[in-house]
């Protein structure tokens, strides 16, 4: 994905968000930080002494023991509780929707949720070393990747969200945001599920060089062999391609695009950069459209998109994708949300659910037997049902047999067979 400017919006968020901070204590706001006290340095993590602002951004308060055993920064819970706090995810959910109607910050959303999970590496076991959705991005080793340059900016504005609800932990925000971003953009319902415990320190984010590059001497190696070592295959590879509709390439950050464009001169958000499409905040299969037919030299086309119309795997899903939306949506909304369980381990194990509205209860199934004896009161629905079984013999639907009617009509036909046996003799 390519990077969002968001700097130009950002220190109003944060200024403001400080109000509610609950998780972070002797600081001052986010921006004001041209150097920290001796009592915060030195209580901040010794990775981020050199950077007085990511110090600040993810300084770990003070932890129960049950909770640092966990490793996740900013929580304190009971042993038993979870790794994130339903409620808390739900509000943060709503937060983070407001935080995209105000700064248009889909495309750095999505990215950040991408990269905290595309280090994933299928081939090893253990966690964290396994790499994938653990909340290691916030660490200044991890974002000083280069395939991460710009994702400060991501951090700067959900920073005051996790402030907010302390039981969210950073890998179950980060994805929430991607996931979020993408359906207010217009894209698909992501089957999302949230409970991912975080890394404990910088020590465990995984080395450079797992991220996929734009522009490989070999595209579609490339990109085989990174998303391949996640356990993803063409159909993932191309759908999650598809994501480009969204954002801008920055030259100053990815070396990749023109500076600005008519579509991007006047933002939203700060100006500048070269998108994928013309509607570079709304999500749809314009991506594939586009690639295809290459009329508009404003559009950003790297070596990895167009592989994805010269190999002859991936041409198959980008050929049926610009033709059909809705399979592509279908698609791309399974993608997402298996890259966003990469690597991530569940607390609980099966993980959480914030989707909207009770679960619908299965239906009652029909046993005839347990509604015949007159000892059980009946539904309306079991009175629809049994009405047209009792009617099929001739009984009163309103007043049950005092006995299994099935049972009787299969003596009834036992008895004709018996019968038909001996006039046949």
Known sequence: MASFGGAGVAPRLLSSATKSRLSLSNSSPLLSLPSLSSSSSSSSLKCLRSSPLLSHLFLSQRRSPARAATGSFGTVASPTSFASDPDQLKSAREDIKELL???FCHPILVRLGWHDAGTYNKDIEEWPKRGGANG???FEAELKHAANAGLLNALKLLQPIKDKYPEVTYADLFQLASATAIEEAGGPKIPMKYGRVDVSGPDQCPEEGRLPDAGPPSPAAHLRDVFYRMGLDDKEIVALSGAHTLGRSRPERSGWGKPETKYTKDGPGAPGGQSWTVKWLKFDNSYFKDIKERRDEDLLVLPTD????EDLSFKVYAEKYAE???AFFKDYAEAHAKLSNLGAKFDPPEGISIDDGPAKA???????????SGKRELSESMKQKIRAEYEAVGGSPDKPLQSNYFLNIM??????????????N
Do not use: H, N
């Open 101 to 103: 109607r105000t700064t």
């Open 136 to 138: 290691s991005l916030r």
């Open 306 to 309: 167009a592989v994805i119309f």
């Open 324 to 326: 059909d939306q809705d």
């Open 362 to 372: 299965a239906p009652e199934k029909f046993v005839a037997a347990e509604y015949s």
């Open 411 to 424: 003596l009834v036909i036992a008895g004709l067979a018996f019968l038909t046996s001996l006039l046949g």
